[in-house]
């Protein structure tokens, strides 16, 4: 019974969320993600560090995608920013897969955690 309307509030979130709000909570879980990572480091639990990096990676590659798709709204430059900052982004996972540290996560998490502050108005 509880999970039936469990089901239903999650079916009605997903049909009134804004499109703004989804990605600023996709990005707020991607850093969470990576937060809890670092805080379990010494636990030398890197399976979870690789699905915290790969789920942050498909979030980063959509947004290029989008970014890059010809009747995407933003303006140009916005567009180049993002673009490059996605770059930025697919270097530092690449870096931290191939030498991880918890302190290359510390900027991947401000990101996120900053352009979903300012997806909800909040920055």
């Known amino acids: 019974m ?7 509030y999650q079916d009605v979130e997903k049909a009134t969320i804004s499109g703004r709000e ?3 909570r ?11 990572c670092q805080k379990n480091w010494q636990d030398g639990n890197f ?8 789920y942050n990676q498909k979030i980063w590659s959509i947004f290029q995608s989008e970014l ?3 009747d995407n709204p933003l303006p140009t430059q916005i567009k180049r920013d993002l673009l490059k900052l996605a770059g ?3 270097r530092r996972i690449f870096e931290t ?4 540290s918890p302190e290359k996560l510390d900027i991947i998490i401000k990101i ?11 920055a």
Do not use: C, H, W
Not at 47 to 54: M, V
Not at 97 to 100: E, I, Q, T, V
Not at 112 to 122: T, V
């Open 2 to 8: 509880y999970s039936n309307a469990f089901k239903n």
């Open 22 to 24: 989804t990605e600023a």
């Open 26 to 36: 996709v990005l707020t879980q991607a850093a969470i993600k990576l937060q809890v």
């Open 47 to 54: 399976e979870d560090l690789d699905a915290a990096l790969k």
């Open 68 to 70: 890059a798709n010809d």
């Open 88 to 90: 930025f982004i697919d």
């Open 97 to 100: 897969m191939s030498f991880p």
């Open 112 to 122: 996120n955690q900053n352009l979903a502050a300012g997806l909800r108005g909040s």
